[in-house]
């Protein structure tokens, strides 16, 4: 009996503090809680990204130049400017268009007939479905190389199926033409981004339930008709959000670019991001680079919030 | 176990009180049924019991301790959950022994616990499957042995019959109630089914909008509703309500007098004033079909409801729908004219404004919750 | 009509045309690969004189063998195995308390950094290499694996926190409230039961970085100098400088970089899927 009371007394002892502990920190950690599984992103973010971001942002202003001890002195808008009489830089804005929408559109087109495809059961799915997401894992610069050593008649079968299908006279590298070059970097973009889509839309297919398309056949829809009534309305907010994303990561992309044609030749590949590239890495001048990018930066948050206020004006729309 | 004290309990999300001011004390060992319609608030308030929520004002004690600021794990309770919340990657042992373990509970103590249970829920020959591989039902037993298994000071139900089908929830609903009488544990169990509430309750708690509507066992709720809102969830089929006026005749026969002109006697009603606006309630069993001829009010037939047990006759009186019950097999025509007439001893009168009832004079008075 | 549509004649045509594109896509991704390999085989008299055709008339080993033996190339390997195999974990191991916390608390100041990190997405990343030098170098991170890790946590923990949301989005939240009642607290919860519960999820956040870590060069290139710091992307440029363009053994060295890449892709592709849609029923 006597052993049994000291028992529970001690047990009730050891269970005070625990109490008292659990009074300091519920309130607190019930609004400290979030902002402490987010900190760590948080602090990364701010100290890798957002910090240079502003000290870029202050470069833009300044006069950096890498070889010349002399510089560091604020300009002002100088680079600006310069940056509105650039030929180079305006010729640069219409390539980027060109480039981002050139690989958007088929990167897309391809993207969600090929998540299409993936979305039916068939034999040897499983398969099919790993092998053709595999150019996203290949390193962009590596599938660069590769591809401009594809276009290369010398050592790439290309040009010759070229000619053969009779879309050149004789096998050359449009690489080294003017008129085609950006043609190289759109195909190994388009190759290296179909993946991308693919993954997501065929999520966002998978997610459709099968009961809508099963009322939709009792109803007397034809499969076009389905796929226009059902599949393409419920993949819309996918399709938004994806295409907003890959419109800025691929107009800042400039990785293909840089390994392919260098922005060559005669500047007839140069986008906004690989000349920033060139001006900071090949001329030194962080200040004219900065500027650039700022202004890239501008571009591209007022598309995104162009998109999002069409795309909320068309949801309201519909409700 | 332990008893359950709730005090001027709120609960508001910014500046939108979805409970005012709960109070309610549960016993111990009480198997207590919160009952209302969705979004009344029962819910919240069982996950403010549970912690799961914090209270914004008032207090919740458990077994004597104020628990307002304590850990869901420190509060010893536990929950059966709507969707059961099995963890899909353990077993059915691991599942019902995870809370055991995590309090260092001794091996031998664990087994010697689960193969309890599991004898009493008839989950032994399936120890050792994944909640994937178990039917609705299965499932079912593992969340109330999970639970079980701790022997915690009380249980708390979220609707855990509400995702099983009819014969399965009667069957579970009994199975409960004689685990109940069997571990004696304080229970609060959260439905909107009032036939749950009826039938398991020792004492029913109704709630609307966030408040207590009544409290009280299962028979007196039924008979006795404290007002309109708690009369008409309560019951099924749905009492009657007929709008009409209160009236005194000269022989002091009081009634109520319909908007078509017809009068219904009632038992003279606390606090009603003669030509008050009140709302008559009569449950479809106190209405009698009155064989032709032998006064009555008249009724349009609309409809013949055949239950088996019984028959369900829907009429039109005045206007407004009346479900009349009956264990006679009627045979009227639709359209045709029957005559009815209402028990004066178990009809309610309410007061059409306020909704309360105006119980009897000759009731005695209760002390009212809410 | 509806009968025709259920004919064999045009389940044929239908099958048909199906598996004809599906084997055009699966050529278009493969060929370059297969391009590639047929590079890294090719012995270097014949590497131009035979460039067009399907496969040399003679095959050698002798580029992967220099690339193992003689090179650093086994070095940079290593370098790009500790840093996409840390930036991995990190950053699956942040973007999954963060994603939690996003997928399960209503907070203030939330959608202000998720606008954040949507904004992350837009910088054109050349112009931070200088201000991440100069706030780097004073810490002694430059020229340094741990320096890169840290960099590449920070650009790929914004995107792969959405991804991880999504998969938390797709359990219920009334798992870790079991959790909590059966003992305990939030963070056990989540350690114990839901982390357990979106390994797919986990998988594919890791694979999915770690292939993003293993390709990046313009900050490999540009934060690091020394040899001994180098990762294999930059390795594989020394090739094109230092040997004088030496393509077999460069798409040798590709060859192998490519192996870890897709192996970890090939695994998680399909929980990549399998997740997303898991969070797009709630979504």
Redesign the interface.
């Known amino acids: 009996m006597d052993g049994g009371k000291s028992v529970t007394t001690a047990m009730q002892a050891g269970k005070l503090p625990v109490e008292r502990r659990g009074v300091i920190s519920r309130r607190l950690s019930g609004i400290l809680e979030p902002y402490l599984y987010v900190s760590p992103a948080l602090i990364l973010i701010i100290a890798v990204m957002l910090m240079p971001l502003v000290l870029g942002l202050s470069y833009a202003f300044r006069d950096i130049r890498i070889l010349n001890p002399f510089s560091g002195g604020f300009v002002g808008t100088a680079h600006f400017q310069t940056l509105i009489t650039d030929d180079a830089f305006l010729g640069a804005l219409v390539n980027t268009a060109w480039w981002t929408f050139g690989s958007l559109l088929f990167q897309f087109t391809l993207g969600l007939i090929l998540a299409l495809l993936l979305n039916r059961d068939f034999l040897g799915r499983r398969l099919v479905q790993a092998l053709v997401f595999l150019p996203w894992a290949v390193p962009t610069f590596l599938s660069g190389l590769n591809w401009a050593w594809m276009f290369n008649p010398v050592v790439g079968p290309l040009p010759h199926w070229f000619t053969a299908l009779g879309l050149m006279e004789t096998p050359f590298n449009i690489l080294s033409d003017p008129d085609l070059a950006m043609w190289g970097p759109i195909v190994a973009n388009i190759w290296f981004g179909i993946p991308f889509f693919a993954i997501t839309l065929l999520a966002a297919l998978q997610s459709i339930p099968k009961e809508l398309y099963e009322a939709a056949a009792i109803d007397g829809a034809t499969t076009r008709q389905q796929f226009i009534s059902i599949t393409l309305p419920f993949l819309a907010p996918t399709i938004a959000i994806t295409l907003m994303l890959r419109t800025i990561w691929i107009a800042n992309f400039a990785d293909l670019i840089v390994v392919m044609t260098n922005g060559g030749p005669a500047d007839s590949t140069q986008i906004v991001a690989s000349y920033i590239f060139t001006q900071a890495f090949r001329r030194l001048d962080f200040g004219y680079a900065s500027a650039i990018a700022a202004v890239l930066l501008v571009l591209l948050l007022a598309y995104a919030l162009g998109v999002i206020a069409l795309r909320r004006a068309m949801t309201h729309a519909d409700s | 176990m332990a008893s359950i004290e709730i005090s001027n309990a709120v609960k508001s999300y910014g500046a939108v009180d979805v409970l005012h001011g709960i109070d309610l004390d549960i016993q111990d060992g009480e198997f207590i049924v919160l009952v209302g319609p969705s979004g009344c608030g029962k819910s919240t308030l069982l996950r403010m019991i ?3 929520e ?1 209270i914004t004002s008032g207090a919740i004690s458990i077994g004597g ?1 104020v628990v307002n ?7 010893d ?3 059966v ?9 353990m077993s059915v042992a691991e599942n019902m022994s ?2 055991l373990t ?2 260092k509970t001794a091996k031998e103590k664990i087994a010697d616990a689960i193969t309890n249970v599991a004898e009493i829920l008839g989950l032994t020959a399936l120890l050792e499957r994944r909640p994937k591989a178990l039917s609705g039902g299965q499932r079912q037993r593992v969340a109330m042995g ?1 639970a079980i298994v ?1 022997k915690p000071q009380a249980f708390l139900f979220d609707e855990p019959l509400s995702n099983l089908d009819a014969r399965l929830r009667e069957q579970m609903r009994t199975e409960i109630r004689k685990l109940h009488r069997r571990l004696g544990a304080t229970s609060v169990y959260v439905t909107h089914d009032q036939i749950e509430a009826m039938t398991m309750a020792d004492r029913i708690v109704a709630m609307h909008d966030g408040i207590i509507q009544q409290v009280g066992s299962p028979v007196e709720i039924y008979d006795r509703p404290a007002n309109i809102f708690v009369a008409s969830f309560i019951g099924s089929p749905a009492m009657n309500f007929l709008k009409g006026a209160y009236e005194i005749a000269q022989n002091d026969t009081t009634g109520i007098r319909l908007t078509d002109g017809s009068f219904v006697p009632v038992l003279p009603a606390r606090g009603a004033t003669a030509n008050q606006t009140v709302t008559l309630g009569a449950r479809p069993e106190h209405i009698a079909l009155v064989p032709d001829g032998n006064g009555g009010i008249p009724a349009r037939v609309e409809l013949i409801e055949p239950m088996g047990l019984s028959t369900l006759v829907h009429v039109s009186l005045a206007g407004n729908p009346v479900k009349i019950f009956t264990l006679d097999r009627p045979d009227f025509a639709v359209d045709s004219f029957i005559h009815i007439a209402f028990d004066m001893e178990k009809v309610h009168v309410f007061d059409t404004q306020t909704e309360l009832r105006l119980p009897p004079e000759s009731e005695p008075h209760m002390a009212r919750t809410a | 009509m509806n009968v025709s549509g259920n004919s064999p004649a045009r389940k044929l045509v239908y099958w048909g045309s199906h598996y004809l594109m599906i084997g055009a896509f699966v050529v278009f991704a493969l060929f370059p690969l297969y391009w590639l390999l047929k590079v890294s085989v090719t012995p270097n008299d014949i590497l131009y004189t035979e460039g067009v055709r399907m496969w040399p008339s003679r095959t050698t080993w002798e580029n992967y063998f220099f690339v193992l033996t003689q090179s650093n190339f086994p070095h940079y390997f290593l370098n790009s195995v500790i840093v996409a195999g840390t930036t991995a974990i990190v950053t699956t191991m942040v973007a999954a308390v963060t994603g939690y916390s996003f997928s399960r608390f209503a907070f203030r100041g939330k959608m202000i950094i998720v606008a954040l990190m949507l904004i992350t997405q837009m910088f054109p990343l050349v112009m931070l290499i200088a201000p991440i030098f100069k706030i780097l170098a004073p810490l002694g991170l430059t020229d340094s694996l741990t320096g890169l890790i840290i960099v590449y946590t920070a650009f790929n923990v914004p995107f792969a926190t959405f991804l991880m949301q999504s998969f938390f989005d797709g359990i219920p939240k009334d798992l870790e409230e079991a959790a909590m009642i059966d003992g305990n607290t939030r963070f056990q919860a989540f350690r114990r039961i839901i982390l357990p519960l979106t390994l797919p999820g986990v998988a594919a956040t890791l694979g999915f970085v770690f292939t993003a870590a293993w390709s990046e060069l313009l900050f490999a290139l540009m934060l690091v100098s020394s040899e001994s710091a180098s990762t294999f992307p930059v390795g594989l440029l020394s090739f094109v400088s230092k040997f004088s363009v030496d393509f077999g053994q460069m798409m040798a060295a590709g060859v192998l970089a490519l192996i870890p890449a897709c192996a970890f892709f090939l695994l998680i592709q399909r929980y990549l899927v399998q997740g997303l849609t898991a969070g797009a029923v709630k979504g």
């Open positions: 549970a912690g799961l914090d301790t600021e304590l850990q869901p794990k420190d509060r309770i536990a929950m959950f709507q969707s059961y919340a099995l963890y899909p990657h995870y809370a995590l309090r999970r701790r």
